[in-house]
């Protein structure tokens, strides 16, 4: 039977394919593609762990005391009969053998299959053994934990190739939540869409998500309970809604669909390299957001100027609290900046916190088991200033991979001037300690995000003090509306279109450009091409986003005359509902 899911839209098109449950299990499971030539290999552990499980129920049985109850044998009894049935262990290895995942998904893959296979069982004594066999998969992914191959999540993932066997369907994510740091792992993969029961549009996992630019829906509540294995899903990218089963008309006209946005996407990639100039020859910087050195080639690709934002966190995350040091982030930095080959590279310094944590974790670990308001916690630059080493690390690894090219640093989340000082203290210290030790480094400039309400309200402040400014509208907007936007469940009063924020950004604009500052967005508004002509008439002429969304701004862009746009922004600015009066004004007849 069909049914349909609803959550929240958070990346374009149309997907069709065949769902992968990423199953949240109590046990910490990594999911990942093992390569061809390693199947033998984790079939191999996961025969292991189970010698090792057997092994251990029978000693278990064996040091039963005297007068234990009989249950309780029979039980470990039941647990032994389990661990070599058919279901647990043939198929288990199917899902290697056939789909590449690694012995520990595939075991909470098969768990799955049999838990709902025990919800639907009519005997009450037969449901109830769900519990057995969830004991049994914990004790199994327990022991798989500790013959662990050497994969680090953070490293480049080798594992990652599905493309190996080719001919198969295309494969749909489905999980409760994706850790930020796991999403970036599935960059190399071959998911054609994904779908998670939490998150908001601007949660980083949708962000990320946005980046591997594949139709995606978050907050869709219930999605990973409904959704079985295999079954096959359309993605409505567009409208938030997953189909699960399509009836075949419903699949056609979604097959329709998905080739028109691909015509349309071809069409759109012949922009890359035509220059990004307004109607009245405004030149407008449009810049790439990228998480890792290796995006810049695709920054590149989609016919970048420059890297308006490098999340620098993503190389710390995952890495069971080992932080990169100096040389390290000098090498990916230096990578990023030597493959921009003279382009700009802007850094922004670590960003952890909130829904980005150092290790994976579920957004309900994180606000359970953690600060009750993590957006409101230690994280950005209260994080780098609390860890003075850490952050002078940086720093320096950064000012060292300016010697290979134009960089700029990025401060996030600043709001006080005490912040600023001793930012420009930190950084003054870590150019100092490179000369003692003769070590080369170049000019950066350096900028401030601006994602604060405070800083917004303060910009000419911080414009005494940095070289330029860019706009953090994502948290901007969770900050000035006081909506965590991550929190699916007040995911529709994040409001990019509240006057309130329009206004702060409005102003920002305004008052960098007075002082001949460079100011630029890179929040999720610069790439929603809704906003392209209203940020332009504010008097914006930077913007960096997701390298997939540059063609697309680039074609409001070359459509634009800011002559005759700048006269509508404070219309919108005082209008009830500005979104509706930038429809009106914008794509009626005044930009084109
Ligand atoms: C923002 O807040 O808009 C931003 C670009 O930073 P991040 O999304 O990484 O918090
Ligand atoms: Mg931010």
């Given at each position: 039977m069909s049914i349909q899911v609803f959550g929240t839209p958070v990346s374009r098109g149309v997907a069709i394919g065949r769902a992968v449950l990423v199953a949240s299990s109590r046990v910490d499971v990594a999911h990942y593609f093992v390569a061809a030539e390693r199947v033998e290999q984790e079939i191999g552990r996961l025969r292991q762990a189970r010698d090792i499980v057997s092994a251990e129920l029978t000693a278990l049985k064996r040091d039963l005391p005297q007068d234990a109850p009989a249950e309780l044998s029979a039980l470990l009894d039941v647990h032994q009969m389990l661990l070599h049935d058919e279901t647990m262990t043939s198929a288990t290895r199917q899902w290697i053998v056939e789909r590449h995942y690694n012995a520990e998904w595939a075991l909470s893959a098969q768990l799955e299959v049999l838990a709902r296979q025990f919800d639907e069982m009519d005997d009450e004594y037969l449901r109830e053994r769900k519990a057995d066999v969830e004991q049994l998969a914990e004790r199994l992914l327990r022991c798989l934990a500790r013959s662990k191959p050497g994969h680090s999540p953070s490293a480049e993932p080798d594992v990652m190739r599905m493309r190996d066997f080719g001919g198969e369907d295309p494969l749909v994510l489905v999980a409760n939540d994706v850790a930020p740091a796991d999403m970036i792992q599935f960059k190399r993969s071959v998911f054609t869409g994904f779908v998670t029961d939490v998150g908001g549009r601007t949660s980083h996992t949708a962000i990320v998500a946005r980046s591997l630019d594949i139709p995606a829906v978050v907050g869709a509540r219930e999605a990973s309970r409904l959704i079985r294995q295999d079954d096959w899903l359309v993605i409505d990218g567009d409208a938030g809604v997953v189909i699960v089963n399509p009836s075949p008309i419903v699949l056609e006209e979604y097959r329709f669909r998905q080739r028109q946005s691909e015509l349309e996407r071809a069409r759109l990639n012949r922009l890359r390299h035509t220059p990004a100039v307004t109607l009245d020859g405004q030149p407008v910087e449009l810049l790439a957001n990228i998480e890792?050195?290796?995006?810049s080639a695709g920054a590149l690709e989609a016919g970048?100027?420059?890297?308006?934002?490098?999340?620098?966190e993503f190389l710390f995350m995952n890495r069971g609290g080992d932080l990169p040091g100096e040389d390290e982030q000098f090498q990916a930095y230096r990578d990023a900046v030597v493959s921009m080959q003279g382009l700009p590279v802007t850094i922004r310094t670590v960003d952890i916190g909130a829904d980005k944590p150092l290790d994976r974790m579920s957004l309900q670990e994180l606000r359970h088991e953690h600060a009750l308001n993590p957006a409101l916690g230690l994280r950005a630059i209260r994080w780098s200033l609390a860890e003075p080493d850490m952050f002078r690390q940086q720093l320096r690894a950064i000012l060292r991979a300016s010697a290979f090219g134009k960089v700029r640093i990025l401060v996030p989340m600043v709001a006080h001037v005490g912040e600023i000082r001793m930012t420009l203290e930190a950084l003054e210290r870590a150019r100092q300690q490179l000369d003692d030790a003769g070590c080369a480094h170049g000019e950066v400039e350096i900028g401030a995000m601006i994602e604060v309400p405070a800083a917004a309200l303060m910009i000419g402040r911080f414009l005494d003090h940095f070289d330029f400014v860019s706009i953090g509208t994502n948290d901007l907007i969770q900050y000035t509306l006081a909506i965590d936007r991550s929190d699916d469940a007040v995911s529709h009063l994040f409001d990019p279109w509240h006057p309130a924020v329009l206004r702060l950004i409005a102003d920002t604009i305004a008052k960098a450009n007075a002082r001949g500052k460079g100011v630029s967005v890179c929040g999720e508004m610069a790439g929603d091409a809704a906003f392209t002509d209203l940020l332009l008439a504010m008097g914006l002429r930077s913007f960096s986003m997701h390298p997939a969304r540059i063609a697309s701004i680039k074609q409001r862009v070359l459509r634009a005359d800011t002559r005759r746009l700048a006269a509508a922004v404070e219309a919108v600015l005082s209008a009830e509902d500005p979104a509706l009066e930038a429809a009106r004004l914008f794509s009626g007849g005044l930009a084109h």
């Open positions: 890792m050195p290796g995006d970048a100027v420059g890297v308006g934002l490098f999340r620098s």
